[in-house]
């Protein structure tokens, strides 16, 4: 039951932070990992936004709580 609830407020709390974030410009060659060699630069989670950041954090949780649940399924 505890554990239900956790995901029903993970999953209200990461459409709100989807909501929030801004559309990159970038068309499709975002999507499948297209840019420059420029843009490889560097240390991937340092250049990613706040709210990418949290974004990564809730959808990890939301993945490990709906394992929980289809494991207390069974």
Avoid: N
Wanted: proline residues 0%; positive net charge.
């Amino acid at each position: 039951m505890f554990i239900g609830v956790v995901h029903m407020v993970l999953s209200i709390a990461l459409i709100g932070i989807v909501l929030l974030q801004q559309r990159k410009e970038g068309g499709f060659s975002g999507i499948f990992g297209g840019g420059t060699q420029a843009d490889m630069g560097g240390s991937q989670w340092q250049r990613l936004s706040g709210l990418t950041k949290i974004t990564v954090v809730l959808t990890s949780l939301f993945m490990l709580t709906s394992l929980v649940l289809v494991m207390m399924s069974k």
